[in-house]
């Protein structure tokens, strides 16, 4: 078994290689372009670039490990990952990886490539971990789970593992706080939140709370600029559906050809689709916030700062479950 300093060593290695113009990783996302149409070079460049800077350098990996102690033994560990952007899993592999655990892993089919790719290159640098780093698609037999899906996986998942130690993630996304206070960058920056990975990601901004009187006109116009957005057919196809669904239920809309628009208070809205609720108190929106299960991140003046809430730290657990600490104490 190698130690925690040869896995730091092998993780800044490793995202030394994923910054690299290295011609297997090139490849590798080629073709993971060519298996998902929603994993753009965009998409997966931002997707590369945050787990490197973020999570692969030596020093903040040993800093992070320092809060930590390894668990007494290790333990064989099922993590399912989901698809919905690339990469999205690797956090919670590189939890399990950290603390020394034997991995099986089960892969999305919209995400089976660059994991995949990431796995048996640590293996070719590392031999011994052949038998610690298994992709399997039956994951029985493991002493815990950590499961990442839909409402609607995690009832099975919830059957399948209840009987053991377990992670389970459900759907989750994030807001967005207006002051009115707000720059032409500020707004920019919330684009972004709002439109990289194309809305599919738990840490997109699918919602907005603004102050009473806001005219959200004024953003659609500043929102103008990620206007090529519309130029990816499956976005196309989602704007062009709703846009249909509101135009025949005589649902109110506001569109700027790229972006719809509609007052609702539910925090997910549908890709191509951005809500938005009018408040009167930000401190008692905020409150609530923070007690509810379905948002992952809150992006505003004094919260999450505007453009930033796609690169999350090594510190920032998907749900808020510590997920060295559930490892360690298996």
């Known amino acids: ?15 030394k290689y994923l910054m690299s113009d290295n011609e297997q990783w090139e490849t590798a996302k080629v073709f993971a372009q060519n298996t998902n149409g929603w994993f753009t070079q965009e998409s997966i460049e931002l997707a590369t670039k945050n787990i490197a800077d973020n999570f692969l350098k030596k020093d903040l990996l040993e800093e992070w490990f320092k809060s930590y102690n390894l668990p007494k033994s290790p333990k064989t560990v099922g993590i399912v990952m989901a698809g919905n952007i690339p990469m999205v899993g690797f956090h919670d592999f590189l939890c399990g990886f950290i603390m020394g655990h034997h991995l099986n892993i089960k892969l999305s089919s919209k995400d089976a490539v660059l994991i995949k790719h990431i796995i048996e290159k ?41 009987k053991y130690p377990n992670i389970i993630r459900k759907n989750r996304t994030s807001v967005a706080i207006l002051d009115g206070a707000e720059t032409d960058e500020d707004i920019k920056s919330l684009g972004f939140d709002i439109f990289s990975y194309f809305g599919l990601g738990c840490r997109n901004v699918t919602k907005l709370y603004l102050p009473e009187g806001y005219d959200p006109t004024i953003l659609l116009d500043k929102l103008d600029i990620y206007k090529d957005v519309i130029l990816h057919h499956k976005y196309k196809n989602n704007y062009d559906y709703y846009l249909a669904i509101y135009l025949l239920n005589k649902v109110p809309y506001l569109t700027n050809d790229s972006l719809l628009m509609v007052e609702n208070k539910e925090p997910f809205s549908h890709i191509s689709v951005l ?10 929106v905020i409150e609530n916030l923070q007690k509810d299960d379905n948002i992952q991140c809150v992006v505003g003046e004094g919260l999450t700062p505007f453009g930033l809430s796609q690169f999350p730290t090594l510190h920032e657990y998907a749900d808020g479950v510590d997920t060295m600490v559930f490892l360690k104490e298996l």
């Open 1 to 15: 078994m190698i130690t925690v300093n040869e896995r730091i060593d092998l993780l800044d290695r490793l995202g």
């Open 122 to 162: 640590l293996q070719e640098w590392s031999p011994n971990l052949k038998n610690e780093l298994n992709i399997s698609e039956q994951l029985k037999g493991c002493d815990a789970y950590i499961a990442t899906g839909s409402n609607n996986s995690s009832r099975y998942f919830e059957q399948y593992f209840s």
């Open 275 to 284: 809500h938005y609720e009018f408040y009167t108190d930000k401190q008692n």
